[in-house]
Nanobody, 128 residues
Framework: QVQLVESGGGLVQAGGSLRLSCAAS????????MGWFRQAPGKEREFVAT????????LYVDSVKERFTISRDNAKNTVYLQMDFLKPEDTAVYYC?????????????????????WGQGTQVTVSA
């Protein structure tokens, strides 16, 4: 079992930055590939970024490339999403997710149903 708690969301003007954190507890964090997803009002949940459990491989949705950076600190059991040059269309609830990936070191996962555990989400609002 893994418990995930996101933090760092808030209200920011377009062009600004936020750093989301997701703290994990309850299991061996380094066994899990991690992902960030988001869901805007009236829209389906969308993949944002994923990072392998060894932190040497990552993948982003095209709309956030060159603006967002996913990272992790396995010693602190935390995954981060640095969001720069934010746009109003980035407004959403952001969720982190964990997938048990102990048999692979560089696995990346973009589908929500690949993940085993989810956090409660944190709201990000970008004003124009």
């Amino acid at each position: 079992q893994v418990q995930l708690v996101e933090s760092g969301g808030g209200l920011v003007q377009a062009g600004g930055s936020l750093r989301l954190s997701c703290a994990a507890s309850g299991s061996t964090f380094s066994s899990y590939a991690m992902g960030w997803f988001r869901q805007a009002p009236g829209k389906e949940r969308e993949f944002v970024a994923t990072i392998s459990r060894t932190a040497d491989n990552s993948l982003y949705v095209d709309s956030v490339k060159e603006r967002f950076t996913i990272s992790r600190d396995n010693a602190k059991n935390t995954v981060y999403l640095q969001m720069d040059f934010l746009k109003p269309e980035d407004t959403a609830v952001y969720y982190c997710a964990a997938k048990d990936d102990r048999w692979f070191s560089r696995g990346l996962y973009v589908r929500g149903y690949d993940y085993d555990y989810w956090g409660q989400g944190t709201q990000v609002t970008v004003s124009a």
